[in-house]
């Protein structure tokens, strides 16, 4: 659920929210239609108690507030150019928050590892300041950490190859066909 989009001038990242956008809005849209059969009558509304009305309420203002919350979450971009990361995250009913990072502010480019609802590891890069704070470059993270270690290399190379780290046997990611050899099945031995 990241997107990176690099240029010959500039890379772009960040988190890719279109289907969770189009899936929230079908049930912002069902719940203000439930709210406004609920408010306003109509659909067959008119001649049913209070409590009827007050059922299709909360049901049209949960499917609001679910849509908004899946849909309109906190999302950051980043912009990664010679001079620097302008970094902007846009958050709900709050004011955007900008930032410009200079490339002689960042300490070192990282790869942030958690765990998600299902106890398995996501990656998300973040940018590791001199000034020993840690800012990610999206909100969202990602199972694929081939994919976070290729943006964390594009990302390094585009604000100087000294943030590229040397690979260590633990921080190395294994290309392609080194995880074909270490898949390959050991060769049978015959019976005997």
Do not use: N
Not at 58 to 80: D, E, K, P, Q, Y
């Amino acid at each position: 659920m990241i997107r990176h989009v690099a240029s010959r001038r500039e890379d772009h990242v960040s988190d890719a929210v279109g289907c969770l956008r189009l899936f929230g809005s079908v049930f912002v849209c069902t719940g203000l239609g439930a709210l406004s059969v609920a408010l306003m009558g109509g659909g067959g509304m008119d001649e049913h108690s209070l409590w009827s009305r007050l059922g299709v309420a909360a049901i049209g203002a949960a499917h609001l507030c679910g849509g908004l919350f899946v849909g309109w979450r906190r999302t950051v971009r980043s912009r990664i150019t010679r001079s620097g990361v302008k970094w902007e995250e846009r958050r709900p009913l709050r004011p955007t928050r900008r930032r410009q990072v200079a490339p002689s502010a960042v300490a070192r480019l990282g790869v942030l590892t958690d765990t998600d609802t299902e106890g398995d590891e996501v990656y998300r890069v973040a940018l590791h300041l001199t000034t020993g704070e840690t800012l990610p470059l999206t909100h969202l993270s990602t199972a694929s950490r081939v994919l976070v270690e290729a943006i964390r290399e594009a990302v390094a190379r585009r604000l100087g190859s000294r943030l590229l780290p040397s690979r260590t046997e633990a921080d190395r990611v294994a290309r392609p066909e080194e995880r074909v050899a270490e898949l390959r099945l050991p060769h049978r031995v015959g019976r005997g």
